[in-house]
């Protein structure tokens, strides 16, 4: 054997290698920050997209979706709003909450 390594441990070596590559490359992906989006842009991410995590500021984010269809069993969605780069309070879609809907008493 040249190299002391099988044929079935370089190709082992090489998926893993090509694995690593492409989770690190998943990791690395940063979330959009409102703050450098117009409102519109970041309404038709969450649009488009069903559902995104969106970075409100360098510390905070949140998950933000079109509609309830992208909530988990038992929530329900709340609207949100974000600060984007032309507007303080935008409103781009909705969160969803643990919980049943608030009464109106």
Do not use: H
Not at 16 to 38: D, K, V
Request: charge should be positive; glycine fraction near 12%.
């Amino acid at each position: 054997m040249p190299f002391g390594l099988s044929l079935a441990v370089k190709i082992f070596l090489g998926a893993a290698l090509a694995l690593a590559g492409m989770a690190s490359g998943a990791l690395a992906q940063s979330r959009p920050l409102t703050s450098r989006l117009s409102c519109g842009d970041a309404r038709g991410l969450v649009a488009a997209r069903g559902a995104i995590v969106l970075n409100t500021s360098a510390l905070t984010y949140d998950r933000y979706v079109a509609s309830a269809g992208s909530c988990g069993l038992g929530e329900r969605t709340e609207p949100a709003w974000v600060p984007t780069a032309d507007n303080p309070q935008c409103s781009i879609g909705y969160r969803c909450v643990i919980g049943t809907t608030p009464s109106r008493n």
